[in-house]
Nanobody, 124 residues
Framework: QVELVESGGGSVQTGGSLRLSCADSGHTYIPACMAWFRQAPGKEREGVSAIYRDTGNTYYADSVKGRFTISQDNAKNTLYLQMNRLKPEDTAMYYC?????????????????WGKGTLVNVSS
């Protein structure tokens, strides 16, 4: 079983930064890849970024490339998302996710486990 707990959300002004964390407390399953998704009010959930545990390969949605950085600390079973130069359109609930494969596509069909989310609000 995998339990994902996000933290680090909050309210910032345009241009500000936040760092999200996702602690994975599962001990029986080590996911091959992890990802961040987000869902803004009235919009569909979208993939933001993903990383593979063994290779460290990373993937980003076009909308966040150059502004967001995904990273992991495998020893701590923790996933991070550094978000810089935030924009109002980044406002959303951000979810941590884990999967056995398929993270590179940033689609949610392969996701096995979800966190409960952390809210990011960017004001203009």
């Amino acid at each position: 079983q995998v339990e994902l707990v996000e933290s680090g959300g909050g309210s910032v002004q345009t241009g500000g930064s936040l760092r999200l964390s996702c602690a994975d407390s599962g001990h029986t399953y080590i996911p091959a890849c992890m990802a961040w998704f987000r869902q803004a009010p009235g919009k569909e959930r979208e993939g933001v970024s993903a990383i593979y545990r063994d290779t460290g390969n990373t993937y980003y949605a076009d909308s966040v490339k150059g502004r967001f950085t995904i990273s992991q600390d495998n020893a701590k079973n923790t996933l991070y998302l550094q978000m810089n130069r935030l924009k109002p359109e980044d406002t959303a609930m951000y979810y941590c996710a884990a999967a056995h494969s398929g993270c590179a596509s940033l689609n949610d069909y392969s996701i096995l486990y979800w966190g409960k989310g952390t809210l990011v609000n960017v004001s203009s």
